[in-house]
């Protein structure tokens, strides 16, 4: 009865936030010259690339940051997962606010907090820049460099079918290939780490994605209805084990142009 009472609390209490969300904030929009972006949704309770759109276009939907740590017994891994909260900042084009990343399967009084999430995100005419600082609020152990926190962003996969991708390696080697209409996954080449993507379409788009200093890109494709790009912190095996107070900054920018 006692645990019921308390999943029953923590439903409550998320019901009389969104409740607060809806009659203190109204849906939110930036418009630049060649995007729009809800960054703000009453129905969300929630902040950020909400509905981002291209000449009216859905092409992005969403944006959290996903983790995974080792747990207390041997072999066992924790999927973490963004909270979603509504309160934010938003001034001079500029959204602020702050998450916690929990177990993803947690609920109420067990949705335990391993780190704080703040993340600034700079609205521009043609350009967004995303700045994320991960903060351990435990001592935490990552699994490996390729396994620890990472941004992700749901591109629409109907939006950018049979557009052409490049992506730019860390060595400077270039890749180069089309968004399948039909997906197989045998014919997707984008399997690396990049500091540069870019995607460019027929109907005069160009999305350009940058991986700041300390960062790096990765692309996944499962043909489902979003594509996955990832934003991964660059981590050292010195820098696994962390202990509570520790920061990772994960960091990038979107620039869109019309092509003529």
Known sequence: MKK?????S???CAAALLAAAEAQF?????????YQCRIFSR???????INLKFDGKHLIRGNRVYGVCRGAEKG????????????????????????FLIPRKARGDDAGKYAKISRR??????????????????????????????????IVTDSVRGMRIEGVRFDGQVISSLIPVRYERRKWSFTTYYRQLSMTGSEKLNMQVSAATGSKL??????????????????RAADLRQKAGTETRIGYTIEFKKTE
């Not at 700079?122 to 396994?147: M, N, Y």
């Open 4 to 8: 019921g009472k308390t999943f029953l």
């Open 26 to 34: 109204p849906d939110l929009d930036f418009s630049g010259a060649s």
């Open 76 to 99: 066992e891994d924790i999927t973490l997962s963004e909270q979603p909260m509504a309160e934010f900042k938003w001034e001079n084009n500029v959204l602020s606010n702050e998450r």
């Open 10 to 12: 923590a439903a409550l």
């Open 121 to 154: 995100i700079t609205f521009g005419q043609d350009k967004i820049t995303v700045e994320i600082t991960v903060t351990a609020l435990r001592d935490i152990t990552f699994p490996s460099i390729r396994r620890n926190i990472r941004e992700v962003i749901g």
């Open 218 to 235: 990765y692309l996944n494709h499962y043909g489902g209805a979003s594509i996955e790009l990832e934003i991964f912190p660059e981590i």
């Open 43 to 49: 129905r969300n309770g929630d902040s950020g690339f």
